[in-house]
């Protein structure tokens, strides 16, 4: 069964800091792949996506994310944080060729210390 | 319109009473979801609808919730006799191919 995994439920970094957000999917084909942000109170904004091509992709607020066929990983990265980046984050799949269904991961919660 | 629009923002409602929650989509987009999000958690699926076909309602978790959507635009979603385990944000995105849009969702409060 496809699934999305985001293993850290918390993370905390000082600001300036790197930052490095894990997921990791289960999925039989080519995925479609989501990096999704919720600031407090907020929907859900999407930061950036990988459909094909170049597998290292670059997204708004400063944030990139790398495609890792062999190890199924679609990491987040950003390479100094901001008190403003604090805000939970979304790693999600989109399943099958005619179904827009995505597959979500449970999520990452980022806190960032002055 | 020019993002996903849901109302309302915030619902307090007793327990027992029927609720609908109203998303209106970005223009043209065909793909429409619900999602509910409780405290702390992340998504769950409750339904989805792409154009004309029949919607996917695997994620609609009792008999008491159902959606509709009218003239291939608007959504609501209608919970009957409410819970207190109703009480989550309830989340619409749409899109047009593969990338989702969302909106603010609404906060439902079951007392």
């Known amino acids: 069964a496809q699934s999305v995994t985001q293993p850290d439920i918390h993370i905390t970094v000082s600001e300036g800091a790197s930052l490095e957000l894990r997921c990791n999917y289960s999925y039989g084909a080519t995925p479609y792949l989501f990096w999704y942000v919720q600031s407090p109170g907020q929907g859900l904004q999407l930061l950036l996506k990988?459909?094909?091509?170049d597998t290292l992709v670059q997204g708004i607020k400063g944030f990139e994310a790398e495609f890792k066929r062999s190890q199924s990983s679609f990491n987040l990265r950003k390479p100094s944080v901001h008190w403003s980046d604090a805000a939970e984050y979304f790693c999600a799949v989109g399943a099958g060729e005619s179904n827009y269904q995505l597959i979500w991961g449970a999520g990452t919660k980022l806190i960032i210390k002055p | 319109g020019a993002g996903v629009s849901q109302s309302p923002s915030n619902k307090v409602t007793e327990k027992g009473k029927d609720v609908e929650l109203r998303c209106d989509p970005i223009s043209g987009h065909t793909a429409l979801y619900w999602y509910r999000q409780s405290l702390g958690q992340g998504l769950e699926f409750l339904i989805y609808f792409q154009g004309n076909s029949a919607p996917d309602k695997s994620g609609l978790p009792s008999d008491r919730f159902s959606a509709e959507r009218t003239g291939g635009s608007v959504s609501t979603l209608t919970i009957q006799r409410t819970q207190q385990e109703d009480s989550a944000v309830y989340l619409c995105?749409?899109?047009?191919?593969?990338?989702?849009?969302f909106g603010q969702g609404t906060r439902l409060t079951v007392v």
């Open positions: 995105a749409s899109s047009s191919g593969r990338v989702a849009f």
């Open positions: 990988y459909f094909s091509g």
